[in-house]
């Protein structure tokens, strides 16, 4: 199956920084998933995102399915950002998901 | 109902005894998940159902799981005989065919 690996594993800001999450696959996927764990343990859903770029409030993504690598930009950074992001890719034989990033936002 | 709910949200059981958890995904979702996720870990991928194609159970960590969907809805994971390492938070995912997974809130398991 696909490997995916998620950089940085940690990553510590202060409130209103920008971030940048990258995410790349061993091989190519046509299901691509970023989605953000809050520290209740809920998964959130951010973007559904095979290819192209989104975006949505103060979160985007952009996936480069040529490239094998996804990247989620996180803006203005709030202390309710903080927890765990993981992406995860996958096609017929369903999702793979990263190790994650854990982000803390200091205020 | 509006997402993917499961049941029960909290288990805790004795080493040995069985256990099912359900998970009920949002209507007309053609692909279910089970992951599980240990404290402070990743999600391991244990089986998934899509249509009514045989499930990918090559995630099962042994004989011991099992697991169902009956009429492609609700699901049910079965663990026999659990042991003190099942202990973990199972998390069950469902998805359309053409867009991403939505998770529920996943069951608590833990085993004395």
């Known amino acids: 199956g696909i490997q995916v690996e998620q950089s940085p594993p940690d990553l510590i800001l202060q409130e209103g920084a920008n971030s940048t999450l990258r995410c790349n696959f061993s091989?190519?996927?046509?299901?691509l998933q970023w989605f953000h764990q809050n520290p209740w343990g809920q998964l959130i859903n951010l973007f559904y995102i095979p290819s192209g770029t989104k975006q949505n409030g103060r979160l985007s993504a952009t996936t480069v399915a040529t490239e094998r690598y996804s990247l989620l930009y996180i803006s203005s950074s709030q202390t309710t950002d903080s927890g765990v992001y993981f992406c995860?890719?996958?096609?017929?034989?369903?999702?793979?998901f990263g190790k994650g990033t854990h982000l803390i936002i200091q205020p | 109902g509006a997402g993917v709910s499961q049941s029960p949200s909290n288990k805790v059981t004795e080493k040995g005894k069985d256990v099912e958890l359900r998970c009920d995904p949002i209507?007309?979702?053609?692909?279910l998940y089970w992951y599980r996720q240990s404290l402070g870990q990743g999600l391991e991928f244990l089986i998934y159902?899509?249509?009514?194609?045989?499930?990918?159970k090559s995630g099962l960590p042994s004989d011991r799981f099992s697991a169902e969907r009956t009429g492609g809805s609700v699901s049910t994971l079965t663990i026999q005989r659990t042991q003190q390492e099942d202990s973990a938070v199972y998390l069950c995912a469902s998805s359309p065919s053409t867009s991403g997974a939505y998770f529920g809130p996943g069951t608590r398991l833990t085993v004395t």
């Open positions: 209507s007309g979702h053609t692909a």
């Open positions: 091989d190519s996927v046509n299901n």
């Open positions: 995860a890719g996958g096609g017929a034989d369903g999702l793979t």
């Open positions: 159902f899509q249509g009514n194609s045989a499930p990918d």
